[in-house]
């Protein structure tokens, strides 16, 4: 496998904390069996989500609920409240589909939106994060009961300024510096993978007026990037996300960060100071790409490919000399319930249910889920999913499924 590193190097910030990405990563993967096939020794216990959703509220022919491109959390009250891109609205519904508030309206007065926004919670507080280039970095705060209190812009004591992703329990906020700009030194070559570099900080501070501290994570390469020839654009290359290749997730949960590496299955749990409070290894053995399943993959991404640049992406991914002699152990990572971990385990069939393994605080597998092909989780709760649904014409429903023991 070539790899080609022409990113200039992030600069490093005094304040980093070392979190070691070994990169061997890319070469120590896993994936091929079902997930009780891959190592998961002990019999762990399997949960099931229900077999319909415990909760609908989706299109009814008012202006409220015509969603696209919606964001939800339940609330401790068991309202749902669900982020609009389409209407740039936030609103709070009551279980049966009925608006009970309206806590944000698009414009650009205190509290409304101008531009695009995640939506996350932390118990009965609401926040929107301004999610550049869409918007600015803006942080809005709400009280799901009384409305809006008050905005933020995130920036530290050099005065540079960091896009919100989520919020710990702890009221920080987990922010990344954003992907540097590629700056070549010359046109990167077809047939070469490059590393898309990130860097994820902790973020204290809510004032307006006064500059937050924030505690640096060591950069991440959150994944590669697969070159392809391209004679049609300003270079002769194109770039894309390497879907056969490790990725590094980061994601906060509770009062933690977790960052799993989805090559070797180094998955580290970080406290709100950035001190590593658990460091393991996902219990998964490193499986070879399986031929078949490969021409499988390369034979529906192909039929999905509607332009001539989709086809030679495809082509580019599926080529034998980028390809890893293992498949990753996993694909990316979900926030559980009180600092716990979903950890979707890899699997070439995109359209197949995906398999997750969770993790408690400690970063121990303590059981095996499957949830439903086609939903967008945006919470897991100690007792269920709440994720968004989209029928065959694209309309948009927020649905939520009870988790039980088998």
Partial sequence: MRVTTTLRAMPRVAIAICVTIAGAAIMTACKGEPPHQRGLEGGLPVLRVSD???????????????????????????????GDQGSMTVRVFARDGHVVRRLARRGHGPGELSGTFLLTTCGDTVFTLGQPPGSSPLVN??????????????????????????CLSTGQLLVSRGRPMMMFRKPPEPGTLMPDTVRFGLFSGRSTNSRGLIEWVAPVIHRWLVVYPWRHGPIPAALAPFRLGPVVSVV??????WIVDGGSGVVRGLDGAGHALVIDTLPL?????????????????????ST???TARVEATFD????????????????GANGNLWVRLFNLDDSAPPDYLMLNRVGQAVARV???TGLDVQ????????GVERDSLGVESVVEYGIVRR
């Fill in 370 to 372: 499957s949830l439903p």
């Fill in 308 to 310: 001539a640049l989709d």
């Fill in 141 to 166: 705060v709400y009280n799901a009961s009384h409305g809006f209190e008050s905005s933020f812009l995130p920036h530290a004591a050099t005065g540079a300024m960091f896009t919100p992703i989520s």
């Fill in 52 to 82: 319909k959703p415990t909760l609908v509220i989706g299109d009814n022919g008012t202006p409220e609920r015509a969603f696209s491109g919606v964001s939800a959390r339940e609330l401790p009250s068991g309202d749902i409240i669900i």
């Fill in 285 to 305: 053995k490193p499986t070879p790409f399986d031929g078949t399943a490969l021409r499988q993959a390369r034979h529906r991404s192909l039929r999905g490919a």
């Fill in 379 to 386: 919470q897991i709760g100690s007792h269920f999913v709440l």
């Fill in 252 to 257: 906060a949960s509770g009062d933690r960060v």
């Fill in 320 to 335: 034998p000399s980028v390809r890893p002699p293992t498949m990753p152990v996993a694909s990316g990572a979900l926030a």
